[in-house]
């Protein structure tokens, strides 16, 4: 099982609609909780961090942190195209640096 | 601030070539990190350093080496380059090791 996992996708969802990203971690000692967005040749930036189960919003953004069933989310409300990116989870595991997860490819549809 | 740049851009190298890509950031970050990135994968760990004179491997060191002199630089030399060196690689650093990242801009490096 790997450490962190998420859907590769590609999700594809129209413009104006809510996207759903999942993630999903293996150690429950984890306690800190970010979500990366990637363009196509570019570096990751940092969009949201989650330390507390819950919801936690920024604009459009909302993080979501369930630590007793091990998951984090990512919803992106009023989708535009100018969201479609690749998506990181990254999860403090305790040990090295953060875990990434391979990202979701996220497609928004005019 | 200019947070974490990286050098070069771009870079071919022909096999068996050496070559040292250069991090820096000016944050005062203890951490630095140096991942590599496949085409449609996610970020893999190279090396990472917890201060300077302080370096660890990741998940992937093989083939590379790291140094860490002083607070700001933390450079990954590449020795006897090989194809499978083909990437793009990425410095990042944080205040603390669960913390938020911070990552440069990136080097493209193909080897030929």
């Known amino acids: 099982q790997k450490e962190v996992e998420q859907n590769s996708g590609p999700l594809s969802v129209p413009e104006g609609a809510i996207a759903s990203l999942n993630c999903t971690y293996s150690?429950?000692?984890?306690?800190?909780f970010f979500w990366y967005r990637q363009y196509s040749g570019k570096s990751p930036e940092l969009i949201m961090s989650?330390?507390?189960?819950g919801d936690k919003e920024d604009g459009r953004f909302t993080a979501q942190l369930n630590k007793a069933s091990q998951y984090v989310s990512l919803l992106i409300r009023d989708s535009q195209p100018s969201d479609s990116a690749t998506y990181l989870c990254?999860?403090?595991?305790?040990?090295?640096?953060?875990?990434f997860g391979s990202g979701t490819r996220l497609q928004v549809q005019p | 601030n200019a947070g974490v740049t990286q050098t070069p851009k771009f870079r071919i190298l022909k096999i068996g070539q050496s070559m040292t890509l250069q991090c820096t950031q000016d944050m005062n970050h203890n951490y630095m990190y140096w991942y590599r990135q496949d085409p449609g994968m996610g970020l893999k760990l190279i090396y990472y350093?917890?201060?300077?004179?302080?370096?660890d491997k990741g998940e992937v060191p093989n083939g590379y080496n790291v140094s860490r002199s002083t607070t700001e630089d933390f450079p990954l030399r590449l020795e006897l380059a090989a194809p499978s060196q083909t990437s793009v690689y990425f410095c990042?650093?944080?205040?603390?090791?669960?913390?938020?990242?911070?990552f440069g801009p990136g080097t493209r490096l193909t080897v030929t």
């Open positions: 150690d429950r000692g984890s306690q800190s």
């Open positions: 990254a999860v403090d595991t305790g040990r090295r640096a953060l875990t």
């Open positions: 989650i330390y507390s189960n």
């Open positions: 990042a650093s944080s205040r603390n090791i669960e913390d938020e990242q911070y």
């Open positions: 350093s917890v201060g300077a004179g302080i370096t």
